[in-house]
């Protein structure tokens, strides 16, 4: 062993090593700390300040008691250690919380919110006790000496954050506004972590100070924090970490640990995490009335450790803090809890679980004349016309109003938590630094000019693609909304190529298509209708076809025509294909609701004379789409059902087209290349997922809590229109 080591390893080499792993750590700590966002600390309330106080306090106690209980069973120099162990094992750090949260996918959940804000408690402890007295205090404890120490601190800390603060401002007002981080400014702030890294060893602080607190002072999100985190995350989490690891496994040596002092720090170290975990688990489920499951969940995230402590851990015996046996001990458990923790929470912890109801929302079983509340998504810019060409298409009226959450998705970059900002229309403009400004503007045109009928509540979802799509079932389930509208991750040229594919947007819509409390409509953009004001104010004549092939998707989107229908500028053309043979093994159940729909829409609109309803029949799938194809450019909006049965003649054959199935079979062909020249494509889902009311009963405090931050904001949520319509 030791031979292998000393070929693949030399010590001459470890030199070299130490310089990368120097610098490597440095920007490791930067890029956390520009990963954290202090605003955070905003959202804290009385259940978090509880659990993140109790996650620290109570380890905190158990492991100085059990330390001086244990002194006299370890040698001389680990007992020294002890206190400094139960210190360091006790406390929580903001930054790997937000990191597992992340990898797990948690971070814009309910769950994924409470356990940020409470770490951030838990983080304002640490850096109470951990940074001033660990880092900071010298070793002899001269009062003096710590004061001066202190005093270095606070002027270095508000330096950094002064400067930085103003340079970052003016980087930003001369930066293109929309376009990337200028070359320049990028090596200017890159050469500043390392600036701020000698001259906190140069005043006698710590190498990663000065990096930690410039990453803090960075400004959220784009332009800066996206562009460093996009420039310094691979290298730093692919090349310098990993040789850090290296480097940290091979100063630890396994045979200096005797067997007497391995359990006294693995004890220390044993009751330090089962503090934590019990002091979330217990405030949540007593003070917070957390379901049990969940607790369970929160504690061991509480509980969770990573790279940022392992730094900590190497500071601490560099320092001679502790000893060799004691550090090799901390790393070896750090990597089981880490090993252990995970796959527990993954286990334990279903977010979608809670997106599930037992009453359907679908626009089919609305009474007449109710209000429709629809969440449209948005992905950038140019989603917008089109999504305000359908909300106008949906013919809000007078009495029956259309109740408008209009949602921007934007990609989390720079920072370790995500946000869901509701705008309030009645305050200030946007400012100018959101990328939701324009967009929040047109849809407070849209709203402003149809006051007496729309409500528009608009928000921004800054979160991570992994994990956008509960952003949009939270707002979904609180709002209580019947329709979800997205567009479809592929743009087209008018003449159907393809002009735009985003791989994260496809897997944020397949999310949105499985779990999604409500149904949901996919806009397929065919880039005919990208107007500047809505296309059915505006046009003469607004040519709307639902294609009805039969099944529970195909009746929503007949029920969503049929709303349509109401507009007086719009002319809807039902297309019901009928099969030529009737088939043993149909479904005649479904047969059945097919029928009784299209009577139902036929009564519903028969002294309409905008509405067509024609009849095609056919053999197969082949004849499905000779009629798919005979539409040619007659209409603007085809409107489809996504899902078929697989046994129906009617898409036979189709299996070939359907390479996306996000768009189902029928949306596939009427999306290719070959068809429906430049029409709108909306492809429908109809909500189906229930449970029964028991099971809801069972899980109410799980579903009802999702939404307590979106619950603060609802005093912001002002519609755009005037009394008697408040909604």
């Not at 490791?28 to 009385?46: N, R």
């Not at 949009?472 to 008018?494: C, D, E, G, N, R």
């Not at 068809?675 to 189906?688: D, E, K, R, Y």
Request: charged content about 15%; hydrophobic content about 45%; some cysteine.
């Amino acid at each position: 062993m030791k031979t292998f080591r000393d070929t693949i390893f030399p010590l001459r080499g470890f030199v070299f090593l130490d310089v990368v792993t120097s610098f490597g750590t440095i920007f490791y700590f930067f890029l956390v700390g520009v990963q954290v966002d202090i605003s955070i600390m905003k959202k804290i309330d009385k259940k978090s300040l509880g659990i993140g106080t109790f996650s620290v306090i109570l380890p905190l106690i158990l492991t100085s008691l059990y330390s001086t209980a244990s002194m006299n069973s370890v040698d001389t120099k680990t007992a020294k250690s002890l206190l400094i162990v139960s210190a360091a094992e006790s406390f929580i750090n903001f930054p790997m919380v937000a990191s597992l949260l992340s990898e797990l996918h948690l971070m814009n959940s309910e769950f994924g919110r409470i356990a940020l804000t409470s770490s951030m408690v838990s983080t304002i402890w640490t850096a109470c006790f951990l940074m001033i007295g660990a880092l900071v205090a010298p070793q002899n404890g001269a009062v003096a000496e710590s004061m001066i120490s202190l005093s270095i601190f606070i002027v270095v800390s508000g330096t950094i954050i002064f400067i930085v603060r103003q340079a970052t401002s003016w980087i930003i007002m001369n930066n293109p506004t929309g376009e990337p981080l200028k070359e320049g400014f990028v090596v200017a702030l890159l050469l500043g972590v390392l600036i701020t890294a000698f001259s906190s060893k140069a005043f006698g602080l710590h190498i990663y100070f000065g990096p930690l607190i410039l990453g803090v002072s960075i400004p959220p999100g784009p332009p800066i924090g996206s562009a460093l985190v996009e420039r310094l995350d691979f290298i730093t989490s692919w090349v310098f970490m990993p040789v850090f690891f290296v480097k940290l496994g091979l100063v630890i040596n396994v045979y200096s640990i005797k067997l007497k002092n391995f359990l006294g720090v693995s004890f220390v170290i044993y009751v330090s995490a089962l503090g934590k975990f019990l002091g979330a688990l217990v405030v949540a489920v007593v003070y917070c009335r957390m379901p049990v499951r969940d607790a369970v969940s929160l504690g061991l995230v509480m509980a969770s450790q990573g790279a940022f402590e392992l730094g900590m851990f190497k500071l601490m015996r560099k320092e001679g803090r502790i000893d060799r046996g004691t550090f090799a001990v901390m790393c070896i458990f750090l990597m089981v809890l880490v090993a252990v923790i995970t796959p527990i929470i993954r286990y334990l912890f279903d977010p979608s679980r809670r997106y599930t109801v037992y009453k359907r929302r679908t626009v089919m079983d609305l009474k007449p004349g109710s209000d429709l509340r629809v969440l449209i998504c948005i992905h950038d810019q140019e989603d917008v016309p089109n999504a305000i060409n359908l909300l106008e298409a949906l013919n809000p009226t007078r009495r029956s109003h259309l109740i408008v959450y209009m949602l921007h998705l934007v990609e989390l970059l720079g920072r370790a938590n995500s946000q869901l900002i509701p705008h309030n229309l009645k305050k200030d403009r946007i400012s100018t630094s959101r990328p939701s400004k324009h967009i929040v503007n047109a849809f407070t045109y849209f709203g402003r000019n149809n006051r007496q009928t729309v409500a528009i509540f608009p928000f921004t979802s800054i979160t991570s693609s992994t994990t956008m799509h509960d952003d949009v079932y939270s707002l979904a389930l609180k709002k209580t909304v019947s329709l979800i509208l997205i567009p479809f991750h592929k743009k087209f040229y008018s003449n159907g190529v393809i002009s735009l594919s985003n791989y994260d947007m496809k897997m944020v819509n397949n999310e949105i298509l499985d779990k999604a409390p409500c149904s949901v409509g996919l806009v397929v953009d065919r880039g005919v209708l990208n107007l500047s004001r809505s296309a059915a104010t505006n046009l003469h004549s607004f040519q709307v076809a639902v294609v009805f092939l039969g099944g529970a998707d195909d009746r929503e989107a007949m029920f969503v025509g049929a709303r349509m229908a109401g507009h007086p500028n719009i002319n809807l053309t039902l297309i019901r294909l009928l099969k030529k043979v009737n088939v043993v093994r149909d479904d005649v159940k479904e047969t059945r609701l097919d029928s009784e729909a299209v009577l139902q829409f036929r009564k519903a609109t028969t002294n309409n004379h905008r509405v067509m309803y024609i009849e095609e029949v056919v053999m197969d799938g082949t004849g499905t789409v000779s009629v798919l194809r005979s539409m040619g450019n007659s209409f603007n909006l085809v409107i489809v059902g996504r899902r078929h049965s697989c046994c129906s003649m009617l898409v036979q054959g189709l299996v070939l087209w359907n390479e996306q199935t996000e768009l189902g079979a029928i949306g596939e062909v009427l999306a290719s290349s070959d068809f429906m020249g430049n029409a709108i494509i909306l492809v429908v889902q109809q909500h189906t997922k229930l449970v029964n009311e028991e099971q809801n009963k069972d899980n109410e405090d799980t579903v009802t809590p999702i939404d307590r931050h979106l619950a603060k904001d609802e005093a912001e949520e002002l519609p755009i229109q005037t009394k008697p319509y408040m909604f």
